[in-house]
């Protein structure tokens, strides 16, 4: 969620892309709050979509922290990345740190990386990580270039960190977005390295004959049911949360025979564990 100013610029901005206008960082959490009511979600992960946006995801957090856990962006080469690390962690009440080094064009073998592990592990918090392709959908339909690297999304310089921080839980979405391989390798180094189901994983395009059965079957092959995380990737409105994700990603765990309990696990109790 992002906290915009709350002038006619956001509410142009938002007609030209198709979205409703957020309003302030209240108001969009209540109707976050009313969408995962309507869709009997219990908890949902809100993700500070830009660096400096943590403290509209900080005051949702306030509103209902039990429905509601509180991730942001922080990019470790900036100049105030360890005062945002803390007041995050601390002040803020955050429980997850994200980095996208395509996006901000860094290496996750660069030691300012270490200090976000090193943060977390601290704070007993978690890291997120994305991997491969990455695309931002709403600087598309604004004519926007996304000038990323995705080389610099791989995740065994993921593992490479979880090694070196085994206490700390560490997440690569969307199955590594494209490194689905190099992602498994991760998972299979680190046990402390999860995978998240989350978007509508269009990056199986890259694999030919892949489909959404074998990535869920190779994934728990390799990490078991302990180690996935489902999410949807919801993160506007008028679409609000995405029931086609949950019902595709329920219909694979069912046609792969996957127990009840380890359903389970994988659609919530995994991240009720980190998160607890």
């Not at 601390?90 to 030691?111: K, Q, V, W």
């Not at 085994?166 to 680190?190: S, T, W």
Request: glycine share 8%; charged share 20%.
């Amino acid at each position: 969620m992002v906290d915009l100013p709350t002038d006619g610029r956001v509410a142009a901005v938002a007609r030209r892309i198709g979205w409703s206008d957020p309003g302030d960082a209240e108001a969009l959490a209540k109707t976050w709050l009313a969408e995962l009511d309507r869709h009997k979600v219990a908890r949902a992960a809100l993700i500070a979509s830009v660096p400096g946006d943590e403290v509209s995801v900080a005051e949702a957090v306030r509103l209902d922290p039990k429905r509601f856990v509180g991730f942001f962006m922080v990019d470790p080469c900036a100049r105030d990345a360890d005062a945002t690390l803390e007041r995050a962690f601390t002040t803020l009440g955050l429980r997850c740190a994200c980095l996208f080094p395509a996006m901000h064009r860094y290496s996750l073998a660069d030691e300012r990386v270490v200090k976000v592990f090193e943060a977390a592990a601290s704070h007993k918090a978690a890291v997120f990580v994305h991997c491969g392709a990455l695309t931002v959908g709403v600087r598309s339909k604004l004519g926007l270039s996304s000038p990323f690297d995705w080389r610099l999304g791989d995740p065994l310089g993921v593992a490479a960190l979880a090694a070196r921080f085994p206490q700390v839980p560490v997440i690569i979405p969307h199955f590594g977005a494209g490194f689905f391989r190099e992602a498994l390798m991760a998972l299979d180094q680190c046990r402390n390295i999860h995978l998240d189901t989350s978007s509508s994983n269009a990056w199986m395009k890259y694999y030919p004959g892949l489909t959404l059965d074998g990535v869920f079957r190779q994934a728990l092959a390799v990490a078991g049911p302990q180690r996935l995380l489902f999410g949807t990737d919801s993160s506007f409105f008028p679409r609000g949360w995405q029931v086609g994700i949950y019902e595709a990603q329920l219909e694979t765990l069912e046609t792969l025979g996957v127990r009840e309990g380890e359903k389970q696990l994988i659609m919530g109790g995994n991240f009720e564990r980190i998160f607890d």
